[in-house]
């Protein structure tokens, strides 16, 4: 990922439903299905776009690219820093260096 959120929105549970399967391949990852209800504590300081997760009382890390937050838990806007430059192509594709403010919505 090109952003990380910033630490104020990564406290406390929050439920996501997976959107596609994930084998962990190590075992510090959680391995869950399409469909599976997860809790999502936090996303980890040091890799961007991965969380600290649990599943039916089993604890790892998982992909964001895998889960979509349930509706009550995504509302409104929060807050990311940006850790890589990224160069929109398309007129509907934000561009904006490292270490930009990015205020991301829903």
């Known amino acids: 990922t090109h952003f990380k959120l910033d630490g104020n929105n990564n406290s406390g549970k929050k ?45 790892g890390i998982a ?6 937050l349930d509706g009550n838990n995504n509302s409104g806007k929060k807050t990311a820093t940006a850790t890589a430059n990224f160069d929109g192509r398309d007129a509907d594709e934000l561009t904006f260096k490292a270490g930009d403010k990015i205020t991301i919505h829903g």
Request: hydrophobic residues 30%; charged residues 35%.
């Open 15 to 59: 439920t996501a439903t997976a959107t596609a399967n994930f084998d962990g391949r190590d075992a510090d990852e959680l391995t869950f299905k399409r469909g599976d209800k997860i809790t999502i504590h936090g996303e980890l300081e040091d890799e961007p776009g991965w969380f600290n997760a649990e599943l039916n009382g089993k604890k």
């Open 63 to 68: 992909p964001g690219t895998h889960f979509k």
